[in-house]
């Protein structure tokens, strides 16, 4: 088929995706559809792999998916829910990818929202469960077949764990001043007790090179939360701060 027709049916693709998402939003300047979870779940996970296709990016950004993915942070939910929970960490995968595409992001750990938005994505780490067990007896073959599907989520969710760890470590260069201090011992806790867990935490079809990549990552942002946080206190010693 030559190139010129192949062009033409991606940004064809590329539009109707975004329309089945937003319907009222031909033009891009309308207000943003409302929030569904599992709808905009599998939207930024299909955007976030395009996102890795050179040849996507520019329709991504033409035709309003990166614009539509980063106003997704101000209208998702942001609690304890386990679907929001796997939403905002795929979410952050996503931006992450599109980050490393050359996007500027209009977020920065000033704000509290974006800080709870990246601490709820470490709450799926830490929760998400990636054991074969089957606690219920009587399921049938459709059942193993869902089982199977989750299974294979799982694997998938543990190979995004790098781009998940490098959005977390862009939000490290703001001044100490710009992020709450005690956010970044808590997160450092929390990434601490993953990469504790080691290899035993990552479902059985995740690859050992994956797997190492994942717990360097970790011990890296764990490592430079941990420098962040002594050089914050050496500099209110160093103050005179009272409590220090």
């Known amino acids: 088929m030559p190139q010129g027709v192949d062009a033409e049916l991606m940004d064809e693709l590329s539009r109707a995706i975004y329309t089945a998402v937003c319907p009222d939003d031909d033009d891009h300047s309308g207000p943003a559809a409302p929030f569904h979870n599992?709808?905009?779940?599998?939207y930024t996970r299909l955007i976030g792999a395009l996102t890795q296709n050179s040849g996507w990016l520019q329709r991504l950004t033409q035709d309003g998916h990166v614009d539509r993915c980063i106003s997704l942070v101000n209208v998702c939910p942001i609690d304890s829910d386990f679907d929001d929970l796997y939403f905002q960490?795929?979410?952050?995968?996503?931006?992450?990818?599109?980050?490393?595409?050359?996007?500027?992001?209009?977020?920065?750990p000033s704000q509290e929202r974006w800080r709870r938005f990246i601490?709820?994505?470490?709450?799926?780490?830490y929760y998400n469960p990636n054991d074969d067990d089957d606690d219920d007896d009587d399921d049938d073959d459709d059942d193993d077949d869902?089982?199977?599907?989750?299974?294979?989520?799982?694997?998938?969710?543990?190979?995004?764990?790098p781009d998940f760890v490098t959005m977390t470590r862009l939000n490290l260069t703001a001044p100490y001043d710009a992020i709450r201090i005690e956010w970044l011992a808590d997160l450092a806790k929390k990434v601490d007790?993953?990469?504790?867990?080691?290899?035993?935490?990552?479902g059985d079809g995740i690859a050992q090179p994956q797997i190492d990549a994942a717990l360097t990552s970790m011990r890296s942002l764990y490592t430079d939360l941990i420098h962040i946080v002594e050089q914050w206190n050496i500099s209110q010693r160093d103050n005179g701060a009272p409590g220090s």
């Open 193 to 202: 007790r993953i990469w504790k867990e080691g290899p035993s935490r990552f």
């Open 38 to 42: 599992k709808r905009d779940l599998w």
């Open 119 to 125: 601490v709820k994505g470490w709450a799926y780490v």
């Open 89 to 108: 960490y795929n979410h952050l995968v996503t931006l992450s990818r599109i980050k490393s595409s050359g996007k500027d992001l209009p977020f920065n």
């Open 146 to 161: 869902d089982d199977d599907d989750d299974d294979d989520d799982d694997d998938d969710d543990d190979n995004m764990l």
